[in-house]
């Protein structure tokens, strides 16, 4: 998943300058009031209790109580924050900007994050592989990204805090945080009906169908529903997650019925797709509508612009600094989040040829 559109309220990008203002030193000891930092970033006051708030809750700041100045916490006090080895454990891209930025802020507030040596790709996405190569890893602490319902469920029983970074982890006592799609598929799958599109397929990983499909999933198929439009393995096909996998895919997809509209989950399967259909002398959109359910940087340089579902990434990654908080603290912390997540339409999608 790649960079996306930024959209955070206010309040929010001033706990975030203040949040690197802490960093650099410039208040030590207490905190400047809501008043007197409203006046000095030139905010109103309500904004500042806004931001004041969320570095409380993130564990940078303690209150003294009704009418006192809020204590700075730094991350070498090591009576408040105990310093941890957080291990990222990615499907296979570590250079996303979420990632990147995730790392800095934990570093930042005095945890030692890392990447292990393997990807749950070099895991073969297997449980049982990733619950011996866990034991076998020095880590006080997981983050685990886009980790299958299996996955999450070894990770939700073993003794160390583990964070589910998207993935299926829904009912699971874990930590999680990801952006709210279902919403986002129901508004393309009801745009795409509305230009005419029943032939609608989604192609997704199998962590995403797998072992029943994810909240997301079964928002697009309810919608085809809710038009009238019986779903089937054709809506939500599996298929082998190789090049040769993909390409066997479309060739079935395209061989008989072809579909008017495809879906695709990660950007990498857009632009495969793409390609496909470029070779196949199908033309975007005039003859098949494409939509990707993530941003991506190269998106800004596409002809047409590409339809895409896109999230912002600091919330995401504010829940999981605050999450290592209250774990280095000792705090318990299973709490799941979900943030904002929206559909946009752009020159990939079109009404169905002859109408």
Not at 225 to 235: D, L, R
């Amino acid at each position: 998943m790649g960079s996306v559109t930024q959209f955070s309220p206010i309040w929010s990008q001033v706990a975030e300058h203040v949040r690197r203002e802490l960093a650099y030193g410039r208040w030590s000891g207490v905190m400047p009031g809501s008043d007197r930092l409203a006046r000095e970033l030139g905010v109103n006051r309500k904004t500042a209790q806004s931001a004041l708030a969320e570095l409380e809750r993130a564990g940078m700041l303690v209150s003294q109580g009704a009418g006192r100045r809020r204590r700075i916490v730094t991350a070498i006090q090591a009576d408040a924050v105990r310093p941890l080895r957080v291990a990222i454990l990615v499907t296979d891209d570590p250079g996303a900007d979420y990632l990147i930025e995730m790392r800095h802020l934990l570093t930042e507030a005095g945890h030692v994050p890392f990447q292990p040596d393997k990807t749950l790709v070099d895991l073969g996405m297997d449980a049982g592989r990733v619950a011996r190569f866990v034991t076998r890893t020095e880590a006080d602490a997981w983050v685990i990204v886009s980790g299958s319902r299996e996955i999450l469920e070894g990770f939700s029983r073993q003794p160390k805090p583990a964070f589910a970074l998207f993935g299926r982890r829904e009912g699971l006592p874990i930590a999680a945080v990801g952006p709210d799609k279902a919403a986002a598929f129901v508004a393309v799958t009801r745009r795409l009906i509305g230009l005419g599109h029943r032939r609608i397929s989604l192609l997704c990983r199998g962590q995403r169908r797998l072992p029943q499909p994810g909240l997301p999933e079964r928002a697009f198929l309810d919608e085809l529903a809710a038009h009238g439009i019986k779903s089937g393995t054709y809506n939500l096909p599996d298929w082998q997650e190789s090049k040769e996998g993909f390409r066997t895919l479309l060739d079935s997809l395209f061989g008989v019925t072809p579909p008017t509209a495809l879906i695709l989950d990660e950007p990498f399967l857009f632009n495969a797709a793409f390609h496909y259909l470029a070779k196949q002398g199908l033309r975007v959109p005039q003859d098949i509508s494409l939509v990707c359910t993530d941003d991506a940087p190269d998106f800004a340089w596409c002809e047409p612009s590409v339809a895409h579902i896109r999230w912002d990434y600091r919330p995401v990654v504010r829940r999981i600094v605050r999450w290592a908080a209250n774990v280095s603290r000792g705090r318990p912390d299973l709490r799941q989040t979900l943030t904002k997540a929206e559909f946009v339409p752009g020159g990939t999608i079109g009404p169905v040829r002859g109408g």
